[in-house]
């Protein structure tokens, strides 16, 4: 594959995202690592999977927009903070270099390389009876499976602009 290519498929699985939802009075974010970006029903689309026990998960429930936002490498840190601690416990976000800002209807922060602001069209709970034996066993012993979201991309803001 060309390296254009190999790059788009890195830019979650290598390069990792933040998912924020919520107001930037009440919004949770999290690392992700698992999603994609492409086209349904003729619209741009990017999906994200986010398990029920995280805190996040509430917030993408209530809320109909969501951002999905990458970072150059010197916030690699931060976003393996923002991964690892809950907004449960406490504001993660202070423990970081980062810095909130509207973003639409949600939030992201000011040193996104790029942010894609979507709304929500669609999600849907995995079921284990759909899910082949190995992931079961590597992904969900203990823990319910993903919920996928999938937002139509509304605005992108950042390097592209």
Same mark, same amino acid.
């Given at each position: 594959?060309?390296?254009?290519?190999?790059?788009?498929?890195?830019?979650?699985?290598?390069?990792?995202?933040?998912?924020?939802?919520?107001?930037?009075?009440?919004?949770?974010?999290?690392?992700?690592?698992?999603?994609?970006?492409? #086209?349904?029903?003729?619209?741009?689309?990017?999906?994200?999977?986010?398990?029920?026990?995280?805190?996040?998960? $509430?917030?993408? &429930?209530?809320? /109909?927009?969501?951002?999905?936002?990458?970072?150059?490498?010197?916030?690699?840190?931060?976003?393996?903070?923002?991964?690892?601690?809950?907004?449960?416990?406490?504001?993660?976000?202070? $423990? #970081?270099?980062? $810095?909130?800002?509207?973003?639409?209807?949600?939030?992201?922060?000011?040193?996104?390389?790029?942010?894609?602001?979507?709304?929500?069209? +669609? $999600?849907?709970?995995?079921?284990?009876?759909?899910?082949? /034996?190995?992931?079961?066993?590597?992904?969900?012993?203990?823990?319910?499976?993903?919920?996928? +979201?999938?937002?139509?991309?509304?605005?992108?803001?950042?390097?592209? &602009?």
């Amino acid at each position: 594959m060309r390296k254009t290519i190999n790059d788009m498929y890195d830019l979650f699985n290598k390069k990792w995202a933040l998912v924020s939802a919520g107001k930037p009075d009440d919004f949770n974010v999290m690392t992700v690592s698992w999603g994609s970006l492409g #086209t349904l029903w003729s619209r741009a689309i990017v999906t994200v999977y986010i398990k029920p026990c995280r805190y996040t998960h $509430q917030f993408m &429930e209530n809320n /109909e927009y969501f951002t999905v936002s990458f970072y150059d490498e010197e916030y690699r840190r931060d976003m393996a903070l923002l991964g690892r601690l809950s907004g449960r416990d406490g504001d993660k976000v202070a $423990q #970081t270099k980062l $810095q909130p800002i509207a973003c639409g209807d949600s939030v992201s922060f000011s040193q996104a390389r790029v942010t894609i602001l979507c709304r929500k069209i +669609y $999600q849907h709970d995995f079921q284990r009876e759909g899910i082949p /034996e190995e992931v079961i066993e590597r992904y969900y012993q203990t823990e319910e499976p993903h919920t996928m +979201y999938i937002g139509e991309v509304v605005e992108v803001f950042g390097e592209d &602009e």
